[in-house]
């Protein structure tokens, strides 16, 4: 189309200036922290603002760094005020290593954040105006809590060193000591350096792309997976020079071929000195567990979830566990007298569930498919179990659960479901579904899983519009 004689000036005197540029220095009252990445937000000239430090109720002064079209980043100069929530981290690495979010935020303020996330996405995403969430259940002392650790292994120096990546980034940070796992995953990761230093052990990495390492609280043993592109031509033969810088590991095992470029573990295990899983147990529960096993990472607030289900779970009752992984939920349930049927696609997860629940006396009280949740709940057999179950527990990845299994569920119209989640948005779309299909939301009740992180576990209780059932209600 043929412009008219001065259009393209016009065009350009209507191109609207963003309020901000890189550079600006501006101040600004911090309101809220974005769960991902810590940074607290603010507005400048109605701008929303991003800059890491400050917590909510702080005023800082920021220069602008990166302006885009609905939001900007800034660098912060200095704090003006200081907020009584404000915590001293206390790991040298917060700010640099990507794992903690939070660290710079009191524990108590951390729990009463992550409820109003909660809260908040229910209200937003959820569609729910006053829905029942309960303050968080925390931990009393919350560092030192995780049994798992995933390092990345740096190979580029003249010795292999052991990290985690950076924020927002792939650069690893080397670390050398975590305080948010547990002190026998510490004693690991120094004995990992001192290893990669020991000529008869540092061909352990020669082909090493990470580290897994897990721990148990009750029997005090570890395992630990070394991660190749393919099978290790070397860690065999350096295996038991490695284990001995490893005093708690009980096993050493080789997983190569992961399924993509930023794949921890592979799809493929050898165990390649002592055994390949170690022995947890959580209030009355056994469990052997392996570097890859699907295990929740805080064992003591999975047992504060056993705590909090309590007596709810009364005897015949009749469970079905969707996205089970190894059993964490299911033997539970069944140790109190509940017939449980859990499901799950991975088929070594599902082995380690039979296993365990044979470790636990419970095989007969449960049946473990394998198979996808969506497709299992479509065959005559899953629509079969739905109609017979009197709650069904589900326990899915952080992208929610898929449309195939929710519609299934708004079918049976089973009388309770129980929706444990990690990933608030996705909870809350989920449950728009179901509300939407009949069911009534209960109490929502956010376990801090993951302290000093933006992560948080959440329960959720639903009612079926007519439900029954064996008595096993989670309650309003």
């Not at 001293?88 to 917060?94: L, Q, V």
């Not at 065959?379 to 109609?387: E, M």
């Not at 952080?398 to 989640?421: F, N």
Request: hydrophobic share 40%; with cysteine.
């Amino acid at each position: 189309m043929k412009r008219s004689p001065g259009s393209e000036a016009t065009a350009a005197a209507t191109i609207v200036k963003p309020p901000l540029e890189p550079g600006d220095v501006v101040e600004i009252d911090c309101t809220d922290l974005i769960a991902k990445t810590g940074q607290a937000v603010g507005r400048a000239d109605g701008m929303v603002l991003y800059v890491l430090g400050p917590v909510p109720g702080e005023r800082a002064k920021v220069r602008v760094e990166t302006v885009k079209a609905k939001y900007a980043v800034g660098e912060l100069i200095e704090l003006l005020t200081t907020s009584p929530d404000r915590a001293e981290p206390f790991c040298a690495y917060f700010g640099t290593c990507g794992g903690c979010q939070v660290q710079h935020l009191a524990y108590a303020a951390q729990l009463r954040w992550k409820r109003d996330i909660v809260l908040n996405a229910l209200r937003r995403i959820g569609g729910v105006a006053e829905p029942d969430v309960r303050p968080t259940i925390g931990m009393e002392h919350p560092r030192g809590y995780r049994n798992k650790m995933a390092l990345v292994v740096d190979r580029s120096g003249p010795s292999a060193a052991f990290g985690f990546y950076a924020a927002r980034t792939h650069d690893v940070v080397p670390i050398e000591a975590c305080p948010v796992v547990m002190p026998r995953l510490d004693g690991d990761l120094a004995g990992l350096w001192a290893a990669a230093l020991d000529p008869e052990s540092a061909p352990a990495f020669d082909e090493a792309r990470h580290v897994i390492a897990r721990a148990a609280q009750s029997s005090g043993q570890g395992v630990l997976s070394i991660t190749t592109e393919r099978a290790s031509r070397t860690l065999h033969a350096a295996a038991p020079a490695l284990a001995a810088h490893l005093p708690d590991v009980v096993g050493i095992t080789n997983s190569f071929e992961p399924p993509s470029e930023n794949a921890v573990l592979g799809r493929r295990h050898t165990t390649v000195c002592g055994r390949a899983e170690m022995e947890e147990q959580i209030g009355d529960v056994r469990f052997r567990v392996s570097p890859a096993s699907f295990f929740q990472v805080n064992g003591e607030m999975v047992g504060r979830i056993y705590a909090y289900l309590g007596e709810r779970v009364k005897p015949a009752t009749r469970f079905v566990d969707l996205y089970c992984g190894a059993g964490t939920f299911a033997l539970y349930f069944a140790k109190r007298g509940a017939e449980v049927v859990g499901v799950e696609e991975n088929p070594n997860a599902v082995r380690e569930a039979r296993v365990n629940a044979g470790l636990n006396g419970v095989a007969a009280q449960t049946t473990f498919v394998i198979g996808r949740v969506d497709a299992t709940l479509r065959s005559q057999r899953g629509r079969q179990t739905l109609a017979q179950a009197d709650v069904v527990f589900l326990d899915p990845p952080r992208k929610g659960s898929d449309q195939g299994t929710l519609e299934a569920l708004r079918a049976a119209l089973v009388p309770e479901i129980w929706y444990l989640s990690c990933n608030p948005a996705t909870l809350a779309r989920d449950l728009a579904f179901l509300i939407a299909g009949g069911y009534r939301l209960g109490s929502v009740q956010p376990f801090d899983m993951f302290p000093q992180t933006g992560h948080i576990e959440a329960l959720a209780v639903l009612h079926a519009p007519s439900a029954a059932g064996n008595g096993a209600a989670l309650g309003d």
